[in-house]
């Protein structure tokens, strides 16, 4: 299974990236997918996940209405939109795919994940 993460860089405060990931090795249809983002010195956090069907979608208080995630089944892909950036968003974005943490609603909790991408940099500028 590999998950490739892409999209990071460098970009001012308020400006938007999309982070992509792609899937392989795995039914990607049959997973929940999450992004969860790692700051330098802190631990990794949720950021938001998607049912395996995308009709479900859940958000860190902290990015609610600013990042949206989205998937394509077709192309074993998810997404994270992420707008209006902020210093604090600064941090490694990792994908992850897990199944039945939609189910359990433990979606949150990145040991709930199977498999984990390496994850992308971003850094936001003030």
């Known amino acids: 299974v590999q998950l490739q993460a892409s999209g990071g860089g460098l970009v001012q405060a308020g400006g938007s990236l999309r982070l992509s990931c792609a899937a392989s090795?795995?039914?990607?249809?049959?997973?929940?997918m999450g992004w969860f983002s790692q700051a330098p010195g802190k631990e990794r956090e949720f950021v938001a996940a998607?049912?395996?069907?995308?009709?479900?979608?859940y958000y860190a208080d902290s990015v609610e209405r600013r990042f949206t995630i989205s998937r394509d089944n077709a192309k074993n892909t998810v997404y994270l939109q992420m707008n209006s950036l902020k210093p604090e968003d600064t941090a490694v974005y990792y994908c992850?795919?897990?199944?039945?943490?939609?189910?359990?609603?433990?979606?949150?909790?990145?040991?709930?994940?199977?498999?984990w991408g390496h994850g992308t940099e971003v850094t936001v500028s003030s």
């Open positions: 998607i049912s395996w069907s995308g009709g479900s979608t």
């Open positions: 090795g795995l039914t990607f249809s049959s997973y929940d």
């Open positions: 992850a795919a897990g199944r039945g943490v939609y189910t359990s609603r433990r979606y949150y909790l990145s040991y709930e994940y199977d498999y």
